[in-house]
């Protein structure tokens, strides 16, 4: 069966001893472990047996294990692959250390090589432009629907996008926005527009509350939407800013498809999700104001060097400039003669 953990099929390196075998039977079968969670640990526990050799498992110290991922890493396996791996054998001592009298899990306390950060993907300013000015074909969300639901969804699209570039949003901040502030028995309003200040009031991670300005474009955009709205949400939810074609909230699901075939129509070089709007709009903004705590409080980041990555971003953007315009700026390429 595939499920089961003593299924050689899935085994790679040495045989895992009897204890591993029954931590992986335990998570299977006990704790409905996903039969392809069970193989990755069962091919992090035979690097363990491996590694360990003669030492006997009860016996593996931290010393042990900082010399193990130390040799993994040193062979040439990534840091994320490390974390995994180190989380795999803490997770097995966590279960088997005090059934065997170890005074402690080995590989707590433990920590892998960090991981490098990388650059989350930006579009340029022009890329973006071509987006949100792209007049798209006829929405597959709404293909046998009538035209004035093909072109209310046309609208309800534009908005979320311009949106999504104006405010920086998160996809679950989006998807959760009310048209206004509303309270009512049983319901009360925790994201809303508020058009006439153009702003938007977002309950983000953390349940820390945020107010972002909604651009000039961005407003006229939903303003558009609002009107045709009733179109869709016509017995629907009474709340939501944007309804699917039941008239419900939309979903995630929705939103990250629309913004892929829009992105694809338009040309795009690169799969377009939310989250790349949102990283556009923090590096464009740094571009123009270089405002990091300004960025960081629109973002939502709860401290800032997570923000600080865009300043990255930012200085790829400029380097890239410096070098075309400056006259003496040019990098001679390794090993080419002047």
């Known amino acids: 069966m595939a499920d089961d953990p003593h299924s050689g099929s899935e085994a790679t390196g040495p045989a895992l001893v009897r204890p591993m075998l029954e931590w992986l039977e335990h998570l299977g079968s006990g704790r409905r472990y996903s039969p392809h969670t069970l193989a990755a640990y069962r091919r992090d526990l035979a ?18 294990v900082r010399r193990y991922l130390g040799q993994l890493h040193a062979q040439g396996m990534s840091p994320r692959s490390l ?12 279960w088997w250390a005090p059934r065997v009298g170890m005074p402690g899990n080995p590989a707590a306390g433990v920590r892998g090589p960090k991981a490098p950060r990388g650059l989350p993907k930006a579009l340029s300013v022009d890329q973006t432009q071509a987006l949100l000015d ?29 949106l999504f570039y104006s ?38 991670k953390g349940s820390k509350r945020r107010i972002v300005p909604v651009g000039s474009r961005a407003c006229e955009a939903l303003r558009a939407w609002l009107d045709a709205r009733p179109v869709l949400a016509a017995g629907g939810d009474a709340h939501a800013l944007f309804v699917g074609l ?33 990283h556009s709009f923090a590096s464009h903004v740094l571009q123009s104001a270089e405002d990091l705590r300004a960025v960081q409080e629109m973002l939502g980041h709860a401290s800032i060097s997570t923000t600080q990555i865009y300043t990255r971003l930012d200085f790829q953007h400029l380097a890239k400039v410096y070098d075309k315009a400056h006259p003496r700026a040019a990098r001679k390429e390794p090993g080419k003669k002047e």
């Open 47 to 64: 690097h363990l047996v491996e590694l360990a050799d003669d030492v006997p498992l009860e016996r593996v110290s931290q010393g042990h």
């Open 83 to 94: 974390a995994r791996l180190l989380a795999s054998w803490r997770g097995f001592y966590q």
């Open 134 to 162: 792209h007049t798209p074909p006829v929405a597959a969300e709404v293909t046998g629907q009538n035209a004035e639901q093909r072109h209310a969804v046309e609208l309800r699209d534009t908005a979320m996008f311009e």
């Open 167 to 204: 405010s920086g949003l998160r996809l679950s901040e989006l998807v959760g926005l009310d048209t206004a502030y509303a309270r009512e028995p049983g319901y009360e309003s925790s994201s809303w527009l508020d058009l006439a200040e153009a702003e938007v009031s977002v309950l983000g």
């Open 246 to 278: 039941r008239g419900r909230r939309i979903s995630a699901r929705v939103v990250q498809a629309q913004l892929a075939r829009r992105g694809q129509a338009a040309g795009v070089p690169t799969h377009v999700h939310p989250h790349v709007l949102r």
